[in-house]
T-cell receptor, first 112, second 114 residues
Framework: QKEVEQDPGPLSVPEGAIVSLNCTYS??????FMWYRQYSRKGPELLMYTYSSGNKEDGRFTAQVDKSSKYISLFIRDSQPSDSATYLCAFFMDTGRRALTFGSGTRLQVQP | EPEVTQTPSHQVTQMGQEVILRCVPI?????FYWYRQILGQKVEFLVS????????KSEIFDDQFSVERPDGSNFTLKIRSTKLEDSAMYFC????????????FGNGTRLTVT
């Protein structure tokens, strides 16, 4: 079983749609959960960061973590063409390995 | 907003040559990282660095790789004898504490080995 599973997409939606992006993970030691956005040929840009189960909202973005199901989601409301990018989930352990573990990324295309 | 800067943005080198990729982390950050992304693949961890020494490295980070913080601002990744399979985007990242602190990434150096 892969440590992190993320659907690669591409996911194509019309402008204004609500987008749902998801990752599942198998490692119970993951305690910190992040979402990064990556535009083509650019570095990952931090969008959301959380360390507990539940929801966290920031503008049009909501991150949701369900530790019992080992499932995290990122929702984008009122999606814009400028949201077109690859979205990476990322995980950090509390102890042991200190490296950030990334999902493979979901490519999102928002059509105007 | 402070940012991580990387130079050069694109480096072309011949197989067997040495390359040095440079990074200036965010100024008050203490933890530094190199990651790599081969075209079309996931972002992979190479090495983390704290207090002037390597704190963790992956199996990718073999003897051909080394890192250094030569002064108070730069953080470098050296590949001694490049191979074709070293062609990738190399990202530098920094954070201000360990244990789950989010990483801030630079825009990367695209390394092409011919």
């Amino acid at each position: 079983q892969k440590e992190v599973e993320q659907d690669p997409g591409p996911l194509s939606v019309p402008e204004g749609a609500i987008v749902s992006l998801n990752c599942t993970y198998s490692n119970s030691a993951f305690q910190y959960f992040m979402w990064y956005r990556q535009y083509s040929r650019k570095g990952p840009e931090l969008l959301m960061y959380t360390y507990s189960s539940g929801n966290k909202e920031d503008g049009r973005f909501t991150a949701q973590v369900d530790k019992s199901s080992k499932y995290i989601s990122l929702f984008i409301r009122d999606s814009q063409p400028s949201d077109s990018a690859t979205y990476l989930c990322a995980f950090f352990m509390d102890t042991g390995r200190r490296a950030l573990t990334f999902g493979s990324g979901t490519r999102l295309q928002v059509q105007p | 907003e402070p940012e991580v800067t990387q130079t050069p943005s694109h480096q072309v080198t011949q197989m067997g040559q040495e390359v040095i990729l440079r990074c200036v982390p965010i100024s008050n950050h203490l933890y530094f990282y190199w990651y790599r992304q081969i075209l079309g693949q996931k972002v992979e961890f190479l090495v983390s660095f704290y207090n002037n020494e390597i704190s963790e490295k992956s199996e990718i980070f073999d003897d051909q790789f080394s890192v250094e913080r030569p002064d108070g601002s730069n953080f470098t990744l050296k590949i001694r004898s490049t191979k074709l399979e070293d062609s990738a985007m190399y990202f530098c990242a920094s954070s201000n504490r360990e244990g789950g602190s989010p990483l801030h990434f630079g825009n990367g150096t695209r390394l092409t080995v011919t």
